[in-house]
């Protein structure tokens, strides 16, 4: 296949992700059509600044609203978390605030004769002195943390500071589309789980005790903060529940019920919704988890061992993260099939190929054969979690996959 350099705006970790996806899985132009999508996106850096303003964002209309009306009205809460799908834009949006919070010539129209709401106009300036280092993601009083671990560079004692400039790079590239497989690929960090640790948290302490120097505000944003490390946690209840004056928190998370219950319960929540244009994007993603899944089980059925041996170790070096969404995706495929030989409707937008697969599929998923399935894939992504060997649990659940459609094929 041709390899192709990244377009302006388009960013590397996701063209190096569809070749992966593409040598693996055979996927050919299938998957070149994903990246070659540049209208995906539901917002676009400013081409000739680079940095994100609320004008920027395209949508949430009432979210970016609400923001700015806490700023206007100074009812700024100290700690708040931002949740949502993936690719929803909460980083962006979250970064947006920082700057509008802190910029110094923020714009903000006069109220309207005709008694219009001039909110949504609302914006920072974009060319202040704090507004130019925003654009950079440099400002002093703008702080980050996010999951890291050990990498070649990084061999021991990992913190969040030591990879600024690649977290930097990373977001600038992706116009802050930032995704947590994206992220490690960039830092290189391999098959290992990134974490927030506790060296991390007491770096938090540390940076917010000192006094600002320039801005009315410190800003702490926190990505990721699922993989808060459990025992690290009660290092920042305090600060969080009672942070230096001017001190602003924002928590950026995928799935808020997966965060440490004591960290939940000090954040006001604000959830952003996922755009109706990156959904269509994450549909073009989940196409290839399809055809991938529906090769492997035919495989699985017909029982050619030389094809799932070759399936085991191309899969596995797509990473551990690229693994656990492929399990996922199964799991919810096997969960269709059961709905459908219950007699329950299938969710919207399941349809074409996959719902003609799933009809085809089902009379295979028995009551017990579920039972088995689900926890085949559930005990193989508990076990990727905790760094299993990928070419090896894939051959493994493949072959026990096998048993159950030929019991006679693969003997106990």
């Not at 995928?254 to 994007?281: F, G």
């Not at 979690?385 to 006679?408: C, M, Y």
Request: glycine share 4%.
């Amino acid at each position: 296949m041709t390899r192709r350099k990244p377009a302006p705006g388009e960013p590397a970790w996701l063209l190096k992700w569809v070749y992966v996806a593409a040598d693996c899985f055979g996927m050919g132009k299938t998957a070149i059509f994903v990246s070659e999508r540049k209208n995906l996106k539901p917002w676009q850096a400013n081409p000739k600044t680079g940095d994100v303003r609320f004008s920027d964002i395209a949508g949430n209309t009432e979210i970016k609203r609400k923001l700015i009306k806490t700023v206007i009205d100074q009812r700024v809460s100290h700690a708040q978390l931002f949740f949502g799908p993936e690719d929803s834009c909460k980083l962006a949006l979250a970064i947006a605030y920082a700057q509008f919070i802190n910029c110094t010539n923020r714009i903000i129209p006069a109220q309207p004769a005709t008694g219009a709401d001039s909110i949504e106009a609302a914006d920072s300036c974009g060319v202040c002195p704090s507004c130019v280092k925003y654009q950079k993601l440099a400002h002093p009083d703008l702080h980050f943390i996010f999951p890291v671990a050990t990498t070649k560079r990084v061999t021991k004692k990992p913190l969040s500071k030591l990879f600024i400039a690649d977290w930097r790079q990373f977001l600038l590239e992706s116009n802050y589309q930032a995704g947590l497989q994206g992220w490690y690929e960039a830092i290189g960090i391999e098959n290992k789980q990134g974490i927030i640790n506790a060296d991390d948290c007491m770096e938090i302490i540390t940076t917010l005790s000192y006094k600002s120097y320039e801005s009315d505000y410190k800003v702490m944003i926190i990505w990721m903060v699922e993989k808060l490390y459990y025992s690290a946690a009660p290092k920042i209840l305090k600060i969080l529940e009672e942070p230096p004056d001017k001190t602003l928190f924002i928590l950026i998370a995928d799935e808020p019920d997966q965060i440490i219950k004591t960290i939940l319960s000090r954040l006001l929540m604000v959830k952003i919704p996922k755009s109706d244009i990156l959904q269509h994007n994450a549909a073009e993603e989940e196409t290839i988890h399809f055809t991938v899944f529906r090769t492997w089980m035919r495989n699985c059925y017909t029982g050619k061992v030389a094809e799932l041996i070759a399936f085991a170790s191309e899969i596995a070096k797509t990473g551990r993260e690229k693994e656990k969404s492929f399990l996922i995706y199964a799991l919810k495929i096997i969960g269709y099939c059961a709905s459908m030989n219950y007699g329950q409707k299938l969710p919207p937008g399941v349809d074409g190929e996959e719902l003609k697969f799933i009809r085809d599929f089902s009379p295979f998923i028995t009551s017990a054969k579920l039972v088995e399935f689900n926890s085949l894939l559930n005990d193989a992504i508990y076990h990727i979690e905790r760094n299993a060997h990928g070419a090896t649990l894939f051959l493994d659940l493949s072959l026990k996959f096998v048993r159950q459609f030929k019991p006679i094929f693969v003997p106990l």
